[in-house]
């Protein structure tokens, strides 16, 4: 990627950093017991830095607008889950009786993509568009008349629609950031690289404790960010 040694956007890379050198500072003590050149204040000072190679390659206004648009994704994404197991219940227990009309309903209105334990913001995404795409006149009243309220189903809807249009603003602003000259891809490698090893140290540091441990891993920082396909490197 033009001399970059990271396989994705210079945004979401920079995003990422920010995230790890949040989890940093919120465990700093425990980090400095095991690497002492850790000491404060090196993890403010990696943040800072970030924050600086960001505005300098990115530009503060873009990202302003991405904190913003990032917000109201999160926002729609709070409500859409609320709803989306709200009625995943409903159908699990108001078509009990008749397992083959209840599993038939939760694929087709595409709850089976939210099976796994933490669903993505992907998953979620896609579950709502199902519903959007599979939840005709027909299967509604069904639902009504099993008792689902139709308010409910209707918010659905509209949660969908919401969240496609907040995500083409956050991935549209990721996209487009301004050309960085030879020197600023060098920076954005350095920041890269630093944290990288971070990452590396502190997932060691912290074997035992999977929870925290996968807070460090650089693919949990991008998918917090909102990563959803797999680019030709193989994120570490």
Same mark, same amino acid.
């Given at each position: 990627m033009n001399g970059r040694i990271y396989g994705y956007g210079d945004v979401l890379m920079l995003l990422s950093c920010i995230y790890i050198? #949040?989890?940093?500072l919120e465990h700093e003590q425990q980090l400095v017991a095991h690497r002492?050149?850790?000491? +404060?204040?090196?993890?403010?000072?990696?943040r800072a830095r970030i924050f600086t190679s960001f505005d300098e390659n990115i530009g503060s206004d873009s990202l302003a607008k991405l904190k913003e648009a990032t917000s109201k994704v999160n926002a729609t994404l709070t409500l859409a889950r609320r709803a989306l197991m709200? &009625?995943? %219940?409903? @159908?699990?227990v108001d078509f009990r009786k008749d397992p083959t009309r209840r599993d038939y309903l939760l694929n087709l209105l595409?709850?089976?993509?939210? $099976?796994?334990?933490?669903?993505? %913001?992907?998953?979620?995404?896609q +579950?709502?568009?199902? @519903?959007?795409?599979?939840?005709?006149?027909? @299967?509604?009243?069904?639902? @009504?008349?099993?008792?689902t309220n139709p308010a409910? =189903?209707?918010?659905?809807? %509209?949660?969908?629609? %919401?969240?496609? #249009?907040?995500?083409? &603003?956050?991935?549209?602003?990721?996209? !487009?950031? $301004?050309t960085t000259s030879h020197a600023n891809v060098s920076? &954005?490698?350095? =920041?890269?690289?630093?944290v990288i090893s971070i990452c590396k140290l502190a997932s060691?540091?912290?074997? !035992?404790? $999977?929870e925290l441990q996968e807070s460090f891993i650089f693919l949990t920082a991008l998918r917090a960010n909102g990563y959803t396909h797999r680019s030709k490197r193989k994120p570490e």
């Open positions: 050198a #949040d989890r940093c002492p050149s850790w000491k +404060a204040p090196y993890f403010a000072d990696l709200q &009625l995943k %219940q409903e @159908i699990e595409g709850f089976d993509n939210l $099976k796994a334990k933490n669903p993505t %913001q992907v998953a979620y995404t +579950a709502l568009l199902a @519903i959007q795409r599979n939840l005709t006149p027909d @299967i509604q009243l069904e639902l @009504i008349a099993a008792g409910a =189903i209707e918010h659905l809807g %509209q949660y969908a629609q %919401q969240l496609l #249009d907040a995500n083409a &603003l956050q991935e549209s602003l990721k996209v !487009g950031r $301004k920076a &954005l490698n350095a =920041i890269y690289d630093e060691t540091y912290l074997v !035992g404790n $999977k």
